[in-house]
């Protein structure tokens, strides 16, 4: 399993975590679900204290990776097959992103 903090404007809002590649899981922080200036990561995934469970990369995180050539191109640089979409998300939502939205990964014990 892989898991990920996830920060919106540097605020920590959840987990994301990718229990196999068929099921990922996201669950927003009690912190920030209690906090009513906070808003929710995306109107895809409104703040609820139930987890948001999909059979793939929930459409928000996936539409921050790369497309075509560059895509290829970090996946050749970071030695991550193209088709990990977790792993390239890790790799790459760290910092510099379009929106308020990073992904910090957790490592693993």
Request: glycine share 4%; aromatic share 12%.
């Amino acid at each position: 399993m892989r898991i990920a903090k996830v920060y919106r404007d540097g605020v920590f809002a959840g987990i994301l975590s990718e229990e196999s590649r068929k099921s990922y899981v996201f669950k927003y922080d009690e912190t920030y679900l209690s906090d009513v200036n906070q808003a929710p990561i995306s109107l895809t995934l409104p703040k609820t204290k139930q987890e948001y469970r999909s059979d793939y990369l929930f459409p928000f995180f996936f539409n921050m990776l790369s497309e075509g050539v560059n895509r290829k191109l970090q996946s050749r640089q970071l030695k991550i097959d193209e088709k990990d979409h977790f792993g390239l998300l890790l790799a790459t939502a760290n910092y510099d992103t379009i929106g308020a939205v990073t992904i910090k990964p957790i490592k693993e014990k």
